[in-house]
């Protein structure tokens, strides 16, 4: 059975750093492309950033870059989200999948979703 668990989210004040993970199981990691998306109150699930399988190109919403940085550690079937300068728009629930197509920006080309971590930045 495929697993991703989300951690790293909390509070922070509007300027901070958080650092999220994902750790996946039950499956080959380095065979998909990993996204991060988010999902605030109201609104529907957005993507943030995604990184390839085997050449590790990133990709990032406009909203996020410079700012926020994707990374993946095959070794640990783990994948991370490095957030900077953060804004009170920033706030949301992440969440990390797996794709086959690392181009893909909907929720709907995503799988094995985690249960998601919860980020809330404060003025």
């Known amino acids: 059975q495929v697993q991703h668990v989300e951690s790293g989210g909390g509070l922070v004040q509007v300027g901070g750093s958080l650092r999220l993970s994902c750790a996946a199981s039950?499956?080959?990691?380095?065979?998909?492309?990993m996204g991060w998306f988010r999902q605030a109150p109201g609104k529907e699930r957005a993507f943030v950033a995604a990184?390839?399988?085997?050449?590790?190109?990133?990709y990032y919403a406009d909203s996020v870059k410079g700012r926020f940085t994707i990374s993946r550690d095959n070794a640990k079937n783990t994948v991370y989200l490095q957030m900077n300068s953060l804004k009170p728009e920033d706030t949301a629930v992440y969440y990390c999948?797996?794709?086959?197509?690392?181009?893909?920006?909907?929720?709907?080309?995503?799988?094995?979703w985690g249960q998601g971590t919860q980020v809330t930045v404060s003025l």
């Open positions: 039950g499956r080959t990691f380095s065979s998909y492309a």
């Open positions: 999948a797996a794709t086959r197509d690392v181009f893909a920006r909907t929720a709907s080309a995503y799988e094995y």
């Open positions: 990184i390839g399988w085997t050449t590790y190109n990133t």
